[in-house]
Nanobody, 118 residues
């Protein structure tokens, strides 16, 4: 079974930076694998933040574009989300996603809480 483990969440000062990690239990260095980061506030739909493909092609959503970078380390089967200049509205749970194209299978991590404080 595919497992995704997020880490790096916690308390962050306003204007500071966070770096989240997502370690996958399978090889992600494949054209069949698409990795992504999402976040979901209470009572709201899950919001897509960033997507990264096997050859490092990446997309970042407009609300966080310019202060957010997604990257990967294929040797560690891990993807990262770097967010700078964090704001109070960034406070929520962040999730890692793995989509296996060939199988049309979607896998999610358990989420990691990020809280931005003054």
């Amino acid at each position: 079974q595919v497992r995704l483990v997020e880490s790096g969440g916690g308390l962050v000062q306003v204007g500071g930076s966070l770096r989240l990690s997502c370690a996958a239990s399978i090889t992600i260095d494949s054209m069949n694998i698409v990795m992504g980061w999402y976040r979901q506030a209470p009572g709201k739909p899950r919001e897509q933040l960033a997507t990264i493909y096997s050859h490092n092609d990446a997309d970042v959503a407009n609300p966080v574009k310019g202060r957010t970078t997604v990257s990967r380390d294929n040797a560690k089967n891990t993807v990262y989300l770097q967010m700078n200049n964090v704001k109070p509205e960034d406070t929520t749970v962040y999730y890692c996603r793995l989509f296996y194209r060939t199988l049309s299978a979607d896998y999610w991590g358990q989420g990691t809480q990020v809280t931005v404080s003054s």
